[in-house]
Nanobody, 121 residues
Framework: QVQLVESGGGLVQAGGSLNLSCAPS????????MGWFRQGPGQEREFVAV????????IYADSVEGRFVISRDNDKNTVYLQMNNLRPEDTGVYYC??????????????WGQGTQVTVSS
């Protein structure tokens, strides 16, 4: 079992930036592919970004490509999601995920409790 703890959410105006962080409790992230997913109001959970074990493999959803940057620091045992040029449609609960393969489905792996991101227009 991997317990993930997200932080960094909040309220921001459109065009602003936020940096989310995620760290596991009592475990190391190095064996896992790490990812971020989100769930908007009244919507299903969707893929945002995923990063492989060494950081060499990165995939972004089309909706965030060029605005969001996922990164990981295995020494600090933390994965980040830098979100720039935020839009109201980016509003939602953002979930950190740890899994064993570079996949983007919304089922596999371990999940954090989520952190709320609200973008005002």
């Amino acid at each position: 079992q991997v317990q993930l703890v997200e932080s960094g959410g909040g309220l921001v105006q459109a065009g602003g930036s936020l940096n989310l962080s995620c760290a596991p409790s009592g475990r190391t992230i190095s064996p896992y592919v790490m990812g971020w997913f989100r769930q908007g109001p009244g919507q299903e959970r969707e893929f945002v970004a995923v990063i492989g074990w060494t950081g060499a493999a990165i995939i972004y959803a089309d909706s965030v490509e060029g605005r969001f940057v996922i990164s990981r620091d295995n020494d600090k045992n933390t994965v980040y999601l830098q979100m720039n040029n935020l839009r109201p449609e980016d509003t939602g609960v953002y979930y950190c995920n740890a899994r064993r393969a570079v996949t983007i489905n919304t089922i596999d792996g371990y999940w954090g409790q989520g952190t709320q991101v609200t973008v005002s227009s």
